[in-house]
C-alpha cells in the first residue's frame, strides 16, 4: 500500500479513536457506505476504528441509497472478521432486501447486489442470490 494511503488511514483512523467531541453518528449513510467499501482496499484493521463503522452503520442502515447499499455490502463482507462487526453484513442484507421487496431498487442495483452476494456465496436463500 503507498505511504499517502497509510497516512490518510492511520489520520482516519485518529479522527474516529480519538475525539471525544466529535460524534460518529453525525455521519451520513453515503458517508460511511464510502468508508466501508474502502477498508478492504486499505486493509484496515484496527478492531475500534472497524467497530464504530458497524455501529455508525446499524444506527444509519434505514438512510442508506441504492449505491450506499451496494458500497455497504462490499464493505460490511470485510467487517465480518472482526469480533464487533461481523452481524453487519445481515444488517445491510436485510435492507436490501427490505428495499427489493419494497420495489424501490432499480434493475441495475438489483444486478449489482446479485453478482456481489453470489459471489460472497454466503447468504444462498437470498433473492440476491444466483447459482
Not at 482516519?12 to 468508508?35: H, Q, Y
Not at 444509519?60 to 460490511?76: F, M, N, P, R, Y
Request: hydrophobic share 35%; net charge positive.
Amino acid at each position: 500500500m503507498p505511504s499517502a494511503v497509510k497516512l490518510i488511514t492511520g489520520d482516519l483512523i485518529k479522527i474516529f479513536n480519538g475525539n471525544r467531541r466529535w460524534k460518529a453518528t453525525e455521519l451520513e449513510s453515503s458517508d460511511v457506505s464510502i468508508i466501508a467499501s474502502s477498508i478492504e482496499s486499505c486493509s484496515i484493521a484496527n478492531e475500534k476504528f472497524i467497530g464504530d463503522l458497524g455501529d455508525i452503520i446499524r444506527h444509519t442502515i434505514k438512510q442508506a441509497s441504492e449505491l450506499d447499499l451496494v458500497l455497504l455490502t462490499k464493505g460490511a463482507h470485510y467487517m465480518r472478521n472482526f469480533k464487533h462487526s461481523k452481524d453487519v453484513y445481515s444488517v445491510v442484507h436485510s435492507e436490501a432486501v427490505s428495499q427489493y421487496h419494497l420495489k424501490k431498487l432499480s434493475p441495475p442495483v438489483v444486478n449489482m447486489l446479485t453478482q456481489l452476494y453470489t459471489t460472497h456465496g454466503i447468504m444462498k436463500d437470498s433473492p440476491f442470490y444466483k447459482k
